[in-house]
């Protein structure tokens, strides 16, 4: 089941939801044909709780968003972007553990 503690973030949100934002956002870009992408979906949820109010974790489906995916040059999926003050820290692509990501997010908290 997915958490409602992820945020499904669309091109249009972008700017405001992420860039704009206070806190680290992590932003899966994924799709939904996407094997890998969905054997991370679990991942994203544990951590969405597990750092709820610490870092915002979203999604954006690149099929119906073409245009951020495009902006930051993602040409696989997953990526995993970290932004923080509006700024790229990180980025992971393929399906990695648990382990990796929160390594990830401790850059930016």
Known sequence: ????????????EFESGIIGNSLPC????WAPWCGPCKAIGPV???LAAEYEGKVVIAKMNVD???ATPGKFGI???PTLILFKGGEVIDQITGAVGKSQLQDLIKKAI
């Open 44 to 46: 994203i949820d544990e």
């Open 64 to 66: 119906d968003n073409p």
């Open 1 to 12: 089941m997915a958490s409602d503690k992820v945020v499904h973030i669309s091109d249009s």
């Open 75 to 77: 040409r696989a999926i």
């Open 26 to 29: 992590l932003v899966d870009f």
